[in-house]
């Protein structure tokens, strides 16, 4: 190959390379709605939080990369769950994250399509929240 066309051939690919970067389609980014029940100054809750977001890093979910985390804090405040709930459900996420019973309940009540994971609920079966208790897949 002589030296001119060998130059050509490098100044294409390097011309093009910039292109062919910018064709390259985005990571989907899965977002995930939190609401905690309680205030954010709560250490129990923080620690929950911090749990939750080091297993979702163990299973390749990180934060800024491929997942966005929208969080709510309830502080115990009835009116302040139920609009962090509708908030959280306006923002159409792939899945909600829930601790306490009243935060599940506000969520319930707002949403039957987007899935709901909850924790901490003492009786899921009553107020609707389960059909049962037996695993379905």
Do not use: C, Y
Request: hydrophobic letters at 50%; zero cysteines; glycine letters at 8%.
């Amino acid at each position: 190959m002589r030296r001119r066309e060998f130059i050509t051939l490098i100044s294409g690919a390097a011309a093009a390379w910039p292109l062919g970067a910018r064709a390259q389609q985005p990571v989907a980014s899965a977002l995930i709605g939190v609401l905690l029940g309680v205030a954010d100054s709560d250490p129990v809750e923080q620690a929950l939080l911090a749990a939750f977001r080091a297993a979702l890093g163990k299973l390749g979910w990180t934060e800024g990369g491929n997942l966005r985390v929208e969080l709510r804090w309830g502080a115990s405040n009835a009116d302040r769950i139920k609009a962090a709930a509708k908030e959280l459900v306006e923002l159409k996420p792939d899945a909600i994250f829930v601790h306490s019973t009243p935060a599940t309940s506000a969520l319930a009540h707002e949403t039957r399509t987007i899935p709901i994971v909850f924790v901490n609920v003492s009786d899921p079966i009553s107020p609707g929240f389960a059909a049962s208790l037996a695993h379905q897949q």
